[in-house]
Structure formats: structure tokens, C-alpha cells
């Protein structure tokens, strides 16, 4: 069965520093997002896309935040310049109807 | 404001008890509600959906509009039950459209 697939599966980055996290949705699917999971709190919504543009967003992704599908199949979420607070289990998700998730990526800024 | 609300943080349950994962929400309009599962170590899954109306591995769950509930329900838990629930909306029935999380609960079943 065709999987969301996200890498790297754990990232250590210096507050300041650009990260890229990555992921493969499935092939067929037509909408794309980001969520994230801070340590004890609720996940919460980041970003969808759909048709090569943001759909939606939250008040989260502000300019920090970018995020690309640059080859038809994988969707990268860039953080410009990490803050402490960025810190987080971020996770993809695709869908054609209903939403699957990736394994995540945790993010440490040191 | 859009809100799923889970008061239940841990819920510790010995095998072959009833289960009950407590759900509320607000929200004005018709949303889609959804339980998922993540078992330790695994990934976000989907366990059941309102509009399905499946039992999937023996948990069921029933929107109730005027008490704006969806509760998880299994008759006799069992052990591989364990992981964490979470509740979880869209608006307006469009399930494309941006997943609104309760806080989860921690299902534990002690054998």
C-alpha cells in the first residue's frame, strides 16, 4: 500500500539556521499539508496546497514558513531562519479525500 | 471558534473492559469528524470517519449534533488497543480542507 513518506526523520539545526524538511505524498493524491506537533500540545494545521499553489494557511506560517512542490513529487516545508520554538514533530499529509500522514520529522533548534 | 475538545488526557482500562474516548466540539456548520490513531511508534492513521459509519477493529462512534459529541466506543478492549486517540474535524463536510485536532488521549489497556 502506497505510503506518505518524509525525510529526514530527525533534524538538529542551530536557532538561525534554514531547514528544508521533505516529503513524498502518494502519487495520485491532489492536496498536500503540513502539520505540526509541539512536545505536549495539540497538532496543529500549518499549510495546505493544492493545483501548485497554498490553499489555506494558519496564522503559524508566516514569512518564516515557505513551502514548494518543485518536481511533481515531493513537497518541501522550508523555515527560513528556525527559532527555539520551532521545535516540533512536523508531519505531511496527503489526500484524495481522506488524509494520510507521514512518519514526521522532528525538529531540533538548538 | 472551531474547537475539539478531548477532557480525558490518559485512560487506563483493563482488557476485556469497555472503552469510551470522549469527544466534544464547536462548531456552527456541518463538519466532518474523524478519529485517528497512532499506535507507538507508527504514524498517524485513520481509524473511522462519521460519515462512513464503519466499525473498524471494533471501535464505533456516533455523531451526536446536539450534544456535538462523537465518542469512541469498543465493548471489550483489548490490549493491542493501546496508543493515543485523537478527535479531529473539517468543516463543512470537505475532508481536503485543514484537520482541526483535539488534544488526544492516551488509551492504555492493562491486561
Known amino acids: 500500500e502506497p505510503e506518505v513518506t518524509q525525510t529526514p526523520s530527525h533534524q538538529v539545526t542551530q536557532m538561525g539556521q534554514e531547514v528544508i524538511l521533505r516529503c513524498v505524498p502518494i502519487?495520485?493524491?491532489?492536496?498536500f499539508y503540513w502539520y505540526r506537533q509541539i512536545l505536549g500540545q495539540k497538532v496543529e494545521f500549518l499549510v495546505s496546497f493544492y493545483n501548485n499553489e497554498i490553499s489555506e494557511k494558519s496564522e503559524i506560517f508566516d514569512d518564516q514558513f515557505s513551502v514548494e512542490r518543485p518536481d511533481g513529487s515531493n513537497f518541501t516545508l522550508k523555515i527560513r531562519s528556525t527559532k527555539l520554538e520551532d521545535s516540533a514533530m512536523y508531519f505531511c499529509a496527503s489526500s484524495k479525500g481522506t488524509q494520510y500522514f507521514g512518519p514526521g520529522t522532528r525538529l531540533t533548534v538548538t | 471558534a472551531q474547537r475539539v475538545t478531548q477532557p480525558e488526557k490518559l485512560l487506563s482500562v483493563f482488557k476485556g473492559a469497555p472503552v469510551e474516548l470522549k469527544c466534544n466540539y464547536s462548531?456552527?456548520?456541518?463538519?466532518?469528524l474523524f478519529w485517528y490513531v497512532q499506535y507507538s511508534r507508527q504514524r498517524l492513521q485513520l481509524l473511522l470517519r462519521h460519515i462512513s459509519r464503519e466499525s473498524i477493529k471494533g471501535f464505533t462512534a456516533d455523531l451526536n449534533k446536539g450534544e456535538t459529541s462523537f465518542h469512541l466506543k469498543k465493548p471489550f478492549a483489548q490490549e493491542e488497543d493501546s496508543a493515543m486517540y485523537y478527535c479531529?474535524?473539517?468543516?463543512?463536510?470537505?475532508?481536503?480542507?485543514?484537520?482541526?485536532w483535539g488534544a488526544g488521549t492516551k488509551l492504555i489497556i492493562k491486561p
Open positions: 462548531y456552527s456548520g456541518s463538519p466532518e
Open positions: 502519487s495520485n493524491h491532489l492536496y
Open positions: 479531529a474535524l473539517t468543516p463543512n463536510m470537505d475532508s481536503n480542507y485543514q484537520l482541526i
